[in-house]
């Protein structure tokens, strides 16, 4: 595994900041010093986060390069999806970017590779409910959600919920090395909790409200 449920939640949480920017870029929307300063913290403790990733966890800086090149396609994603909305419906949009998707996925050479190396005769009944979870209850269901809420709020206000992923992923982390699961406790260390709350810190200071 290239990176951790720790990192790649955190690293997430720099969407709202990218989408900022590239807001900026091709929305032409306007950046205050204060945002300017988010922006720069946060994406120096993305940095840091990654380059130090701890050969202890199940992180490395290669993986944590990956959630961060997600977290901007997510971005540029919010940013095109937006104007979408005026036109067609939701499900329609989402079908589309799925079906686009999966094209893709089809013909990437490394996927088809992965794709045949798969034995699914060993796959239980478990398994399946866990990948039926992974594609419909994380993936499909979460995009649509999205696109819906597009109808009424900006890209940015959107990637602001983001945030939640730290504090939900550090909960079920507990929870499952509770229940005797899967422990990512070795991902959780001094430098990941220092760089979560400087991307917290820049997180606010881009989204809070200009003193009047």
């Given at each position: 595994m290239r990176t951790s449920p720790v990192n790649a939640s955190v690293i997430m949480v720099t969407t709202p900041i990218?989408?900022?920017?590239?807001?900026?870029?091709?929305?032409?929307?306007?950046?205050?010093?204060?945002?300017?300063?988010?922006?720069?913290?946060?994406?120096?403790?993305?940095?840091i986060l990654s380059l130090n990733a701890s050969g202890q966890g199940s992180s490395t800086g290669i993986g944590d390069l990956f959630i961060l090149l997600n977290a901007a396609s997510y971005g540029i994603y919010l940013i095109l999806v937006k104007p979408l909305m005026s036109k067609y419906n939701a499900l329609t949009?989402?079908?589309?970017?799925?079906?686009?998707?999966?094209?893709?996925?089809?013909?990437?050479?490394?996927?088809?590779q992965e794709l045949n190396a798969i034995d699914w005769s060993l796959f239980s009944t478990t398994?399946?409910?866990?990948?039926?979870?992974?594609?419909?209850?994380?993936?499909?269901?979460p995009y649509l959600l999205m696109v819906y809420a597009m109808k009424t709020v900006s890209p940015y206000l959107a990637s602001v919920y983001i945030y939640l992923q730290p504090v939900l992923a550090g909960l079920f982390i507990y929870?499952?090395?509770?229940?005797?699961?899967?422990?990512?406790?070795?991902?959780?260390?001094?430098?990941?909790?220092?760089?979560?709350?400087?991307?917290?810190?820049?997180?606010?200071?881009?989204?809070?409200?200009?003193?009047?």
């Open positions: 990218l989408v900022l920017i590239l807001s900026l870029i091709f929305l032409k929307e306007r950046i205050s010093r204060k945002q300017i300063a988010g922006v720069l913290i946060g994406a120096v403790a993305a940095v949009i989402i079908t589309w970017v799925f079906t686009f998707g999966l094209t893709v996925v089809l013909i990437w050479p490394s996927s088809l398994s399946y409910l866990k990948l039926t979870f992974v594609i419909v209850g994380v993936t499909f269901m929870l499952y090395a509770a229940f005797g699961m899967e422990n990512y406790m070795s991902d959780l260390n001094v430098l990941k909790v220092i760089c979560a709350g400087l991307i917290f810190l820049g997180v606010y200071l881009v989204i809070a409200p200009e003193s009047e």
